[in-house]
């Protein structure tokens, strides 16, 4: 009478059948695993380079407004000092400027005509001093409101570089976290690739040993 404990040939061959089986299924599980979690992390990250970009692209059309406005405040700038130049000018050539002119050629022709009338000398030179401080104070008083624009619109143009300055050292500075977040969505890219080649390999594996069994 046979041992009924002993185990037929036909189940020692399906064993080892099982057991590949089931490593081959633990692996498959294992890869899928692997390759949601490489989903959601290249999700993630597709979510936050999103983000990034908008801001970037936020921060450059704002650098360019402020842009267009400095160049704005150059030229107002370049108009206040010709503007100021102009008026000077213009009081130079002026009523005050044309009597300063004259006292000051007096006080000279005298002054070479009497080199020993020191009290003439002196009386011609302070007229002469008088009408220049005069005609400078008028002069003043006519480009000053130009004067203080000029000198409130340069207190601007250093504002505003300022401000440009930070908003294009934010932008560096995001441009830089999106280059490094694109690198590492890149690598997770590279592993889901290899994940996906290494999947269609054991699906063509799979398939192979179905065949040659179903053959038998």
């Known amino acids: 009478m046979s041992d009924s404990s002993e185990e037929s040939p036909q189940r020692r061959e399906q064993r080892p059948i099982t057991t590949l089986r089931r490593a081959t299924e633990l ?7 692997r390759r949601r979690t490489l989903f959601k992390k290249m999700e993630k990250l597709g979510t936050k380079l999103a983000k990034l970009n908008n801001k970037i ?19 107002r700038i370049q108009f206040l000092t010709i503007e100021i130049n102009r008026l000077t000018q213009e009081g130079m050539e002026g009523n005050l400027g044309n009597a300063y002119a004259r006292s000051r050629r007096h006080y000279e022709q005298y002054r070479v005509s009497n080199p020993t009338d020191s009290e003439g000398i002196s009386s011609r030179y302070d007229e002469s001093s008088n009408i220049h401080r005069t005609s400078t104070a ?28 930070t908003l294009y050292a934010r932008r ?8 490094e977040l694109q690198n ?12 996906n080649i290494a999947h269609g390999k ?3 594996r799979s398939r192979r040993k179905k065949g040659k069994k179903g053959k038998k």
């Open 138 to 165: 008028a002069i003043q008083e006519v480009i000053r409101p130009t004067i203080e624009e000029a000198e409130s619109t340069l207190r601007t143009l250093s504002e505003t570089k300022n401000n440009y300055a």
């Open 172 to 179: 560096e500075k995001l441009m830089k976290e999106r280059d």
């Open 184 to 195: 590492n969505l890149d690598d997770l890219r590279r592993q889901d690739r290899e994940l």
């Open 27 to 33: 692996q498959q599980t294992a890869l899928a695993n």
């Open 202 to 204: 054991r699906q063509r």
């Open 57 to 75: 692209s936020s921060l450059t059309q704002e650098l360019t407004l402020v842009n267009n406005r400095l160049s704005t405040i150059r030229e």
